[in-house]
Structure formats: C-alpha cells, structure tokens
C-alpha cells in the first residue's frame, strides 16, 4: 500500500483547526493534551526516539527521548500524534531514530508506509503549508540558509526539517 500522503496532511489540518492553532511555533504539547496524550520525557538508553501506547479507555502515552534536542523531541511528539490519528496503535509502538527526511527517500532504507504517513503527519502539523508560504513570502529577498535558520526557529524544527519541508512544498527557490 502506498503511503496516504493526503489523508496525512488533512489530519494535521483538522487538528489544527480544531485547537485554533494560527501562529507558530505549533504549541504541539498542548495538542498532544487534547488527543488526551500524556507525555512523559525518558533518558531512553540506544537509539529510541519516542514511543507510543494507547490505553484501553483511549487516553495515550507518548515517552520522548530527553536526551534528543528539543526540536527533535517536538518533531517526535508530532510524529506519534500521527500515529494515534492514522493508525491502530493498540502494543506499544517504538520508533528508533527514525530519519527525519524519509518521505523525499533521503533514507536509503525501506521503511514502513506508517512511518512515512506518521513523518509526512509531523511535518504538517509543525509546518502548516498556509503559514510557512507566508513566512517565505516575507522572506524574499533573503540568503536560502539565513531564511532556513529563521524559519527554523520561529517553527521550533531543526534547520534540517525545515529545509526538507520547503523542498517538499516547492518553495526551494526561495530568496533567489
Ligand atoms: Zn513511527
């Protein structure tokens, strides 16, 4: 089955909407509290990032690796929001170090349609195309790298997600 890239993206939308989210930075832990998401920072030991578990009365816990830097741990949080909005999350579900660039194949490695519905989720929801397009549009004019560090920042995501997202939404050539 191929990714549901759209399905993705209009999940991501509906939450927002429905938190009144219109500014960034996504205040992603507040939307973590209305899907009734409890989330819990953890040294996890290896490679783990996060982790998902949805309880029997559909309440869930999300375990964030708080060794990871901060915009890693918000894109992980976001990541398995997608997962309880997109898939049957029942077991407890693991993510390892999952690549942040997997949906334009910057991973060599096949990986599960779930992670890449859950990354193209997270990238969405932390990166709303309407607002981002408006931040660019601001931008114009400006060096590529100095408008990703910007963007970056106010979005809360490391340069490398940033960078990813606007290639993915065409917005490459900015500032040339
Ligand atoms: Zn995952």
């Keep these: 089955m191929a990714p549901r890239y759209s399905l993705a993206k209009r999940r991501a939308a509906e939450l927002l909407r429905r938190a009144r989210v219109r500014k960034a930075p996504i205040p992603v832990e507040r939307l973590a509290a209305l899907l009734k998401a409890e989330i819990v920072l953890q040294p996890f030991s290896g490679e783990v990032s996060g982790i998902v578990h949805r309880n029997k009365d559909g309440s869930a816990v999300i375990g964030i690796n708080s060794s990871d830097a901060p915009q890693r741990q918000r894109f992980t949080i976001a990541h398995e929001l997608g ?14 170090n999952f690549p942040i660039g997997l949906r334009n ?9 779930s992670e ?11 990166m ?4 981002l397009g408006k931040d660019v549009q601001r931008l114009t004019g400006t ?22 997202r606007l290639s993915t939404l065409g917005h490459v050539k900015l500032g040339t």
């Design 83 to 96: 997962h309880l909005l997109l898939h049957a999350v029942e077991d407890l579900h693991v993510d390892k």
């Design 128 to 131: 709303p195309s309407d607002l």
């Design 105 to 113: 194949g910057i991973s060599g490695k096949a990986v599960d349609e």
């Design 143 to 164: 060096d590529v790298l100095i408008a990703i560090q910007k963007l970056a920042r106010k979005y809360r995501v490391s340069e490398q997600a940033m960078s990813i």
């Design 116 to 126: 890449i519905e859950a990354n193209q989720f997270a990238a969405a929801l932390l």
